[in-house]
């Protein structure tokens, strides 16, 4: 099994940054992508921010120009630069992996972290 363990969360004020981190460990033969949900309190589950294993990314547009994804594939590491912090952007922060794992070679499964929570006030 693949077990993802996010850390970095916390509270901070509007304009304010954190950076979260998520760290996959287990049985893995190879990460095909790792992104950053996020849930908020009444609302769905929303995606963040992915990036491929060929480094390509993606941003949900309410974070763009703010937030940075980034991977350390040798560490099976996934980060998640935050600046410019609004209220809205307070919610339980969910990292995600796309893994293949070892002895299952044609198959791709999808893991979850636990999530950290972020809020944003003054």
């Known amino acids: 099994q693949v077990q993802l363990v996010e850390s970095g969360g916390g509270l901070v004020q509007p304009g304010g940054s954190l950076r979260l981190s998520c760290a996959a460990s287990?049985?893995?033969?190879?990460?095909?992508?790792m992104g950053w949900y996020r849930q908020a309190p009444g609302k769905e589950r929303e995606l963040v921010a992915t990036?491929?294993?060929?480094?390509?990314?993606n941003y949900a547009d309410s974070v763009k120009g703010r937030f940075t994804i980034s991977r350390d594939i040798a560490k099976n590491t996934v980060y998640l630069e935050m600046n410019s912090l609004k209220p809205e952007d307070t919610a339980v922060y969910y990292c995600n992996a796309a893994v293949t794992i070892v002895g299952d070679w044609y198959r791709v499964y999808t893991y979850w972290g636990q999530g950290t929570q972020v809020t944003v006030s003054s």
């Open positions: 990036v491929s294993s060929a480094g390509d990314t």
């Open positions: 287990g049985n893995i033969a190879r990460i095909n992508a």
